[in-house]
Each structure stands twice: as structure tokens, then as C-alpha cells.
């Protein structure tokens, strides 16, 4: 999906910048909005892991539209193209955010921009990084032996909390593929349910 066509740096300055006046164009020579334009162009069409990075620059084009209305405040046809561009802005923050809101764990899981992101978070917050990274050696293919030893055996590296009654079923039949689906599946409920939801929040742009 494109960036709002309102903040195009060209549509700008072909139907927004010559609604000035020669006074005002004398008086403010530059307004700003064309480089944070710019900036958001940079951007804009990145991945979600470009996300804060949105947010700080729609923030910065939504900070020189305001100073630029103050400047042009007796200019009522540019102050309401500046009002639509606003608008722009805004619906620029929705798209993003129902980009994220569409977010689900096997897209993270699949993205090799999302998921190290994702990682730095379940990493520096409260929550434990073992259970994606579970999930990631599980999509790796690491061997059941591998995977038991490491997450699942009581006491390993990187245990992950989950029940012991399907803990002990997967050690004592590595080879089936039952029980360790059936701790994939609890694992990825979790992170669904907690991780991933704050994360989601985290990742929304806020104006």
C-alpha cells in the first residue's frame, strides 16, 4: 500500500507551496515541510521493523505543518491544504497500524527483519527470549534430541515453562511427532497471548 498521497514531497510543492503568497514566500523562505517530506519518503515503505522510525518522522512533518499553519495563519487556502495534509499524516498512522495489527507470529517468525526485532524486545523486556527461540530452532529443523536437551529437559540452557506432564512425553518419545507438536503449540499460545500482544502495542504509531 503507498504512502498517503498527500505526503508526497512533489504534490507538495506543486499544489501546496503555491498557494503562498509572494509576501509569505518572501518573509519564510523555507517551511520545513518539504525535507520532512523527504525524510518520511525514506521510509514510509520499509517494513515494520522500520516502525519507530515512522512514527519520529510523521511526528516531524505533523511539528513543521503546525508552524507552518502559525506562519500562514491569515492564509486561509493554504492553511486548509496544510489541513489536509495533516489529515495525511493521521491516515498514514492508521495504515501502519493495521499493518501491525495484522502481524501474527508465523509472519515474525518468517521475516528475517521482524523476527531479530522481535527478539530485542522478548530480550530487553520482561519477557524471556528461550520460547521464540524455541520455536525458531523448532523452524530450523534442530534435531529432537537437540531441542529436548536444550529447552525442554528439566534444568537445560533454556528451558521454556511448560507443563511437566507434556515436558516428560516428548523425553521419553523423542522420535514421535506428537508430543513435540504439542509443545510447539503451547509455546507459540503463550507468546501469542503475551509477547506478541504487548509487542503489537509497542510497534503502533502514536501522534
Not at 501546496?16 to 519564510?28: A, H, Q, Y
Not at 525442554?152 to 511437566?164: L, W
Request: proline share 5%; charged share 25%; with cysteine.
Amino acid at each position: 500500500m503507498p504512502i498517503d498521497a498527500f505526503l508526497n514531497e512533489a504534490t507538495w510543492k506543486s499544489a501546496g507551496l503555491t498557494k503562498r503568497t509572494t509576501m509569505e514566500k518572501l518573509k519564510f523562505k523555507k517551511t520545513g515541510v518539504s525535507e520532512s517530506l523527504r525524510a518520511y519518503a525514506g521510509v514510509g515503505n520499509l517494513g515494520i521493523d522500520r516502525g519507530p522510525d515512522k512514527q519520529a518522522r510523521l511526528k516531524s512533518i505533523k511539528t513543521v505543518l503546525t508552524k507552518c499553519k502559525a506562519d500562514h495563519r491569515t492564509n486561509g487556502v493554504f492553511v486548509a491544504y496544510i489541513d489536509n495534509v495533516e489529515k495525511g499524516v493521521v491516515r498514514e498512522a492508521s495504515r501502519i497500524n493495521k499493518e501491525v495489527d495484522a502481524l501474527t507470529l508465523d509472519s515474525i517468525m518468517g521475516d528475517a527483519a521482524a523476527y531479530p526485532l522481535f527478539h530485542a524486545y522478548c530480550t530487553n523486556t520482561e519477557h524471556n527470549p528461550e520460547p521464540l527461540e524455541f520455536l525458531h530452532d523448532v523452524r530450523a529443523n534442530m534435531a529432537a534430541p537437540a531441542l529436548i536437551n536444550t529447552y525442554v529437559r528439566a534444568g537445560s540452557p533454556k528451558e521454556v515453562n511448560i507443563d511437566d506432564n507434556i515436558r516428560q512425553a516428548w523425553i521419553a518419545a523423542p522420535a514421535l511427532p506428537g508430543p513435540k507438536q504439542a509443545i510447539v503449540n503451547v509455546v507459540a499460545a503463550l507468546i501469542r497471548s503475551n509477547e506478541l500482544k504487548r509487542y503489537i502495542v509497542k510497534m503502533k504509531v502514536t501522534l
